[in-house]
């Protein structure tokens, strides 16, 4: 059964939360859904900590879009559970191996490739190493006299989001919300330097040194979105919205919004979804309003460069 | 008989072929190993590394969907791979310098909802945690003879495909404006190829499993054309490292008690850093096949 509860995320907290009343008091009435979701500590957790997270991944994933490092995303997903793992198999806490493996490998990546951005193949071979690795700290960690049954892995894979602690919520809030002012500050720069490198740093901007802040708001980022949606999901909650914003409008700062804003009501959306039914995780249904609004972007965006056509 | 490592490599060679399980591995990673460094081969060249990732991170709903449904995981891994394939192929590409990005996203999004329904299929399922583990990280245990053959059947059906269109494949790879010219198929080849590519991600899946196909897929390619920039030859180099990658990994695993996905990543990096560390110490420019072939 260890199995459900990790996956599910919240089956732990069972008591909590009995399926048929949450999904009967949601739907009595707004007000009334709002108090209760108030009243209930994991959901508020859930619910303060997801909208930070879902902020600084809209605004950080719209320049991860913009300048096609989805990839690179991707790899930094799968280092911080390496990361996590290997804070647990040292006996460390979990936080600090999973901000600090996104870290240091996303400076890394921006080291090893050229002009900041890394090559495809490169990162492929590290990444798939790295998870390795994390396959082997998992065995260590299961096969270890503490007792662990495993669910930690999963929970890092597929996140734990209603399951998060007061001080867990205060740290993640609190870590995306500065990584979304840095990237508003250095937004402007930011913008010119991915559309243009070349004419960026001939009008002086520092494109070197922004690719590599960049990278690195891109692993803090993914080391606190890692315990909302889990280490292979957060990508999705990266590249979704701000694949949806781009579709939507060219217009980069409308865009830049439009995408966080995405991201929110997919995080809340998701958990509303998932606290009602209980047989569906809630990064299940975060993902999956979030590739519902990507997808109605590319439906929508597709008819009109149609009739633009005809 | 105990089992053992013994340092003497012959007894430690006709050990690992003392079980039925250990010989039905080694065969199927082998059949695994030779699809995966042919087709790895092709998507290394046409940098199509995401997609062949998304392809073999799909295969995971697919298996734990068919084991919701009670089908054969084999059944689950190919259909979901080879559906996903046709999708990518689909997705339509914009004009000028967007087109990448939001290809990119696309392809983002559906590997993340793709990891998500897994996620779902297995809540639902309920309770097979050291299922889930062997779905993504892979296991050498338990592989029958059914599968072996099936894995066979699939590959050579593949690898006649990929003779019968690698030559036009790789005209459309080197310079695709000259080969639609000429009356090459490009878009066609190209949807063909993602099949192919569906076919190997979801072979590999099953040993390696689908967060590691990576490494049977880029590594042994990406090691290969670092070597040598002869096409042909980096061709054959490529399965030949994929098959030491594989034996290797399977024998460790076996005479160890970590996961057989940790030996076969970690040999596969170490063959390319070692490749990268000689092409940098020789520091002879290796030009890729592409640049080699327009040469």
């Given at each position: 059964?260890?199995?459900?509860?990790?996956?599910a995320g919240v089956a732990s907290l069972a008591g909590l939360r009995s399926p048929d009343r949450g999904a009967a008091i949601l739907a009595s009435g707004p007000i009334t859904g709002l108090a209760h979701i108030m009243n209930q500590p994991f959901l508020r957790y859930a619910f303060i900590a997801g909208a930070a997270i879902a902020i600084a991944s809209g605004l950080v994933g719209y320049f991860v879009v913009l300048r096609s490092q989805v990839f690179t995303g991707d790899a930094l997903s799968h280092v911080a559970f390496t990361g996590a793992l290997a804070a647990l198999a040292a006996g460390a806490d979990l936080l600090i191996g999973l901000y600090g493996a996104c870290v240091l490998v996303a400076?890394?990546?921006?080291?090893?490739?050229?002009?900041?951005?890394?090559?495809d193949t490169v990162i492929g071979s590290v990444f798939a190493w790295i998870l390795g690795l994390g396959a082997l700290f998992l065995t260590i960690y299961t096969t270890s006299a503490t007792g662990a049954n495993g669910t930690s892995g999963v929970n890092v894979l597929f996140g734990t989001i209603f399951g998060l602690s007061a001080a867990q919520t205060v740290v993640d809030t609190a870590v995306t919300l500065a990584v979304s002012i840095v990237v508003i500050v250095i937004g402007r720069p930011l913008l010119f330097a991915s559309i243009d490198p070349a004419v960026a740093s001939a009008r002086k901007v520092p494109v070197r040194v922004l690719g590599f802040l960049f990278l690195g708001l891109v692993g803090v980022t993914a080391a606190a979105a890692t315990q909302a949606v889990g280490a292979l999901l957060l990508l999705g909650l990266l590249a979704a919205p701000a694949g949806a914003a781009q579709r939507v409008t060219a217009r980069p700062f409308l865009g830049l919004w439009l995408s966080a804003a995405i991201a929110i009501v997919s995080v809340w959306t998701g958990l509303l979804v998932a606290y009602s039914e209980p047989g569906i995780p809630p990064s299940f249904g975060i993902l999956a309003v979030a590739t519902v609004s990507y997808l109605t972007a590319i439906a929508l965006t597709s008819r009109r460069t149609v009739t633009q056509r005809s | 008989m105990v089992t053992g490592l013994t340092w003497n490599i012959a007894d430690d060679i006709r050990q690992l072929f003392l079980y039925q399980f250990m010989v039905n591995a080694l065969r199927a990673g082998t059949i695994v190993a030779v699809l995966a460094g042919a087709l790895g081969w092709y998507m290394v060249l046409r940098r199509q590394?995401?997609?062949?990732?998304?392809?073999?991170?799909?295969?995971?709903?697919?298996?734990?969907?068919?084991?919701?449904?009670?089908?054969?995981?084999?059944?689950?891994?190919?259909?979901?791979?080879?559906?996903?394939?046709?999708?990518?192929?689909?997705?339509?590409?914009?004009?000028?310098?967007?087109?990448?990005?939001?290809?990119?996203?696309?392809?983002?999004?559906?590997?993340?909802?793709?990891?998500?329904?897994?996620?779902?299929?297995?809540?639902?399922?309920?309770?097979?945690?050291?299922g889930l583990t062997n779905l993504l990280f892979g296991s050498f245990l338990g592989v029958s003879g059914n599968q072996v053959l099936t894995l066979l059947v699939?590959?050579?059906?593949?690898?006649?495909?990929?003779?019968?269109?690698?030559?036009?494949?790789?005209?459309?790879?080197?310079?695709?404006?000259?080969?639609?010219?000429?009356?090459?198929?490009?878009?066609?080849?190209?949807?063909?190829?993602?099949?192919?590519?569906?076919?190997?991600?979801?072979?590999?899946?099953?040993?390696t499993g689908a967060l590691l196909v990576f490494a049977l897929l880029v590594m042994p390619a990406a090691t290969a054309q670092r070597l040598t920039a002869r096409p042909t030859l980096s061709f054959g180099l490529t399965i030949v490292i994929a098959l030491a990658v594989v034996w290797l990994?399977?024998?460790?695993?076996?005479?160890?008690?970590?996961?057989?996905?940790?030996y076969i990543t970690t040999f596969g990096f170490a063959g390319y850093v070692l490749a990268a560390l000689a092409q940098t110490a020789v520091s002879r420019p290796v030009r890729s096949p592409v640049a080699a072939a327009r040469a």
């Open positions: 059964m260890s199995g459900v509860a990790g996956v400076l890394a990546m921006a080291a090893l490739g050229t002009r900041g951005q890394a090559d | 590394a995401f997609a062949g990732h998304t392809l073999a991170i799909v295969s995971f709903p697919g298996a734990a969907g068919a084991i919701l449904l009670g089908i054969s995981a084999t059944v689950g891994y190919f259909a979901a791979a080879i559906t996903a394939a046709i999708v990518i192929a689909a997705v339509p590409r914009s004009a000028g310098g967007r087109g990448r990005s939001s290809e990119s996203a696309a392809i983002g999004t559906v590997q993340a909802f793709a990891l998500a329904c897994g996620a779902l299929f297995v809540s639902l399922y309920g309770g097979f945690l050291n699939v590959a050579a059906a593949a690898l006649a495909t990929l003779a019968w269109i690698g030559r036009p494949l790789f005209f459309g790879t080197v310079d695709p404006d000259v080969a639609a010219a000429r009356g090459v198929p490009v878009r066609l080849l190209s949807t063909v190829f993602l099949m192919l590519l569906g076919c190997a991600a979801a072979e590999v899946s099953q040993i990994g399977l024998a460790a695993a076996y005479f160890s008690v970590y996961p057989v996905g940790f």
